[in-house]
T-cell receptor, first 114, second 116 residues
Framework: DAGVIQSPRHEVTEMGQEVTLRCKPI?????LFWYRQTMMRGLELLIY????????DSGMPEDRFSAKMPNASFSTLKIQPSEPRDSAVYFC????????????FGPGTRLTVL | AQKITQTQPGMFVQEKEAVTLDCTYD???????LFWYKQPSSGEMIFLIY??????QNATEGRYSLNFQKARKSANLVISASQLGDSAMYFC?????????????FGTGTRLTIIP
């Protein structure tokens, strides 16, 4: 399997612009997670889905952030409008229900908002 | 509330020596799982090892083992015979309960540097 695929790998944008991050989970996985990693706050869970349904979005910072999962093989995280404090590495991860249910992470998208 | 604490921001270890990375956790739920992830300088997160709260034996995966002390609420990662490629950030994480709760809470990480 190709693993979790994220695009783009790097994104540089200007404040106020819309940013869309994309994720393709591992085929057959029924959980999908979006994380954000910064030096100040570490690794934070933003939202996760089970069978394409959002389960917990309590980590989404504010209304500027939205996430969708239209089908089992694709998810997006959108920031509109973007701000410099959104600069971070955004990870997508997926998992399948097992006894330990470890999460497999994608390579991340490094977002820089100028 | 769930909390993971990693008290060692950085460690330097001589190659071939064993390494212990500390992790303590706090939860009142009797059902939980503990994970360790490695993040090399390239940035990806790599799953290393898992320990369930009801597991009777400490988990092992190759050179990795988890020293699980339930009464002390600690889940230290032990790396035997360290290698230069072990240099990375290491994160401890916890999932509390089951029945659909798959949220992981991560610690702040420990940066491990292996010295030749």
């Amino acid at each position: 399997d190709a693993g979790v695929i994220q695009s783009p790998r790097h994104e540089v944008t200007e404040m106020g612009q819309e940013v869309t991050l994309r994720c393709k989970p591992i085929s057959g996985h029924d959980y999908l997670f979006w994380y954000r990693q910064t030096m100040m706050r570490g690794l934070e869970l933003l939202i996760y889905f089970n069978n394409n349904v959002p389960i917990d979005d309590s980590g989404m910072p504010e209304d500027r952030f939205s996430a969708k999962m239209p089908n089992a093989s694709f998810s997006t995280l959108k920031i509109q409008p973007s701000e410099p404090r959104d600069s971070a590495v955004y990870f997508c991860a997926s998992s399948i229900w097992t006894s330990n249910n470890e999460q497999f992470f994608g390579p991340g998208t490094r977002l820089t908002v100028l | 509330a769930q909390k993971i604490t990693q008290t060692q921001p950085g460690m330097f270890v001589q190659e071939k020596e064993a390494v212990t990375l500390d992790c303590t956790y706090d939860t009142s739920d009797p059902s939980y799982g503990l994970f360790w992830y490695k993040q090399p300088s390239s940035g990806e997160m790599i799953f290393l090892i898992y320990q369930g709260s009801y597991d009777q034996q400490n988990a092992t995966e190759g050179r990795y083992s988890l020293n699980f002390q339930k009464a002390r609420k600690s889940a230290n990662l032990v790396i035997s015979a360290s290698q230069l490629g072990d240099s990375a950030m290491y994160f401890c994480a916890m999932r509390v309960g089951r029945d659909g709760n798959e949220k992981l809470t991560f610690g702040t990480g420990t940066r491990l540097t292996i010295i030749p």
